[in-house]
């Protein structure tokens, strides 16, 4: 049996996990778990089917509560913190970075876990970022609450946090001025949570935080280039500060006029990111 054959009932913080196979030797190694936070390219609205078929140890902690294979969408489930209804993702990220790193020789069991909604900005992330117990009504307290069910399943480490977000904030005039403060809160409560539970991370760098296209997205409210090229500069800050603790990946341009990047190509969009991403983590 998958050694992740559970089903969880996030409300209530339950685990039932049964007795776990342990003949598989990949059982015997600690889960990496991947968070991916964020807004709509962050859930993943590429349009080109990219759906490799997944391994047993190839898992997907779903918006509903459930872990089942990784197979895309893995979004559709997700309900917005305003109640402004569920967000119907395409394809992700997911399955091309666990994939990739598969090829590097990775052989963990891996737990993809999304928090990532649609159409919110920086400062819907910081709100109540740190509040206790977490608040279930913010993106950050949503996160924070799915990162300590998970972190209850069996032998884990946090194999690190992508962020994807700030289109919302460059089409909101001003918002550049806040991004980096309220991400750092959003950090800075995850930090905490490690500091207070005990998690620990698979590597010395735990935050991927993904640098906006350098050309700015048509979307509404269409931000001018100058306010895009703000955010990107809060971003690049924002790791800057954060030196030894997180790294950047750079968004490839999206194709003119559209919002989310495809994942029809490993040299461009969510495949690109994807491929980055494991590499620098298996660099480190």
Request: proline residues 6%.
């Amino acid at each position: 049996m998958s050694p992740w054959a559970i089903v969880v009932a996030i409300a209530t913080m339950v685990a039932c996990s049964g007795a776990h196979d342990r003949t598989a030797s990949s059982d015997a190694l600690p889960t990496l778990v991947f968070v991916l936070a964020g807004q709509s390219n962050a859930q993943g609205f590429g349009t080109t089917a990219y759906n490799p078929t997944p391994g047993s140890n190839d898992q997907l902690y779903d918006m509903a509560g459930n872990v089942r294979a990784l197979i895309d969408p893995i979004g559709e489930h997700g309900v917005l913190p305003n109640g402004s209804g569920a967000e119907h993702s395409g394809y992700s990220l997911a399955p091309r970075f666990v994939e990739a790193l598969r090829a590097l020789g990775v052989t963990n069991p891996i737990l993809i876990v999304p928090a990532a909604f649609g159409g919110t900005s920086s400062t819907d992330w910081a709100t109540s970022a740190n509040s206790s117990p977490p608040n279930l009504g913010t993106c950050a307290g949503i996160l924070r609450d799915r990162l300590r069910t998970v972190m209850k399943f069996r032998p884990s480490v946090i194999g690190g946090i992508i962020t994807y977000q700030g289109e919302s904030d460059a089409g909101r005039i001003g918002n550049w001025t806040a991004y980096q403060a309220n991400w750092q809160a959003v950090y800075d409560a995850i930090a905490a949570d490690a500091t207070a539970f005990g998690w620990t991370y698979s590597k010395s760098i735990k935050y991927w935080h993904v640098i906006l296209p350098v050309t700015a997205t048509t979307q509404a409210p269409a931000p001018t280039q100058a306010d895009w090229d703000a955010i990107r500069a809060a971003g690049a800050a924002l790791v800057s500060a954060n030196s030894t603790v997180m790294h950047s990946i750079q968004a490839p341009d999206t194709v003119v006029g559209l919002v989310h990047q495809d994942s029809n190509s490993d040299s461009t969009g969510l495949r690109k990111i994807a491929i980055d991403w494991a590499n620098d983590w298996n660099s480190l």
